[in-house]
Nanobody, 112 residues
Framework: VHLVESGGGLVQPGGSLRLSCAIS??????MDWYRQTPGKQRELVAS???????NYTDSAKGRFTISRDDAKMMVYLQMDNLKPEDSAVYYC?????????WGQGTQVTVSS
């Protein structure tokens, strides 16, 4: 399985971005979005079950929305009201079991 994240960029505080995760195969598993900043471990941001039930960490609750389109083999992360502390490289991966090889991630920078 190959993962390709896209959609990151530079945005001002309060702005929005929509991240996309393209999955190379149709696999019905739960999916997660993670983020990582230099010198820190990758942290979970949001999850979505096979049936589409979302879960969010406290940092993402109320601002981020995770969704999936299995027919297109895509997972999305809509990020609104972005804050400077959201700046990181964002990755997607399966939610349970051994992780697939990580993609290159997509850089999100929130700065005025």
């Amino acid at each position: 399985v190959h993962l390709v994240e896209s959609g990151g960029g530079l945005v001002q505080p309060g702005g929005s971005l929509r991240l996309s995760c393209a999955i190379s195969e149709i696999i019905f598993v739960s999916m997660d979005w993670y983020r990582q900043t230099p010198g820190k471990q990758r942290e979970l941001v949001a999850s979505i079950s096979r049936g589409g039930t979302p879960n969010y960490t406290d940092s993402a609750k109320g601002r981020f929305t995770i969704s999936r389109d299995d027919a297109k083999m895509m997972v999305y992360l809509q990020m609104d009201n972005l804050k400077p502390e959201d700046s990181a490289v964002y990755y997607c991966n399966k939610g349970s079991g051994n992780k697939w090889p990580w993609g290159q991630g997509t850089q999100v920078t929130v700065s005025s």
